[in-house]
């Protein structure tokens, strides 16, 4: 059984959590990357804006409201070069990831007695609006840890030539 408010209010601190891993990060650190292969703060929280309005809530609501045929194609990857992710500016993505949790936490809390079996076909198989709910705060918990490992990546290489290694394995 789904608590939705017990969901809304996970949504809610995990965005809290989200903001603060992002206050005080220079425009430098936001695009800074351990590797060309991987992704930068910025990207991060481009992709966190992008998902929040496109995926997730929109999807959801597809469900849920019973629509015929399979929601909008994304491509999240692909996103990121093509809509030059670490080419934005840090506080402007961030401002409109804040406004659309903002609007998806007043859906959230809209919905009354929701189908969470109610279900679509999706290329990789039956998606239940209970199965997209969950992994939408599961998602939230990748990218805080995401960000977690780019803040420690960041300032092991920034502590140069001083070692962080006292501090405990990584």
Known sequence: ??????????????????????????????????????????????????????DFRARLRHILDGANGPPPPIDPGGWVTARRYNERDLASSFAGFLEERRQSLAWLRGLRDPDWDRAIEAPFGRLRAGDLLMSWLAHDLLHLRQLVELRYAYHRQAAQPYQVDYAGDW
């Open 1 to 54: 059984m789904i608590d939705l408010p017990a969901c809304s209010t996970q949504l809610e601190q995990q965005t809290h959590l989200i903001e603060r891993l992002v206050a005080g990060v220079s425009a430098e650190q936001a695009r800074w990357k351990p590797a060309p292969d991987s992704w930068s703060i910025l990207e991060v929280v481009s992709h966190l804006y992008d998902e929040e309005r496109e």
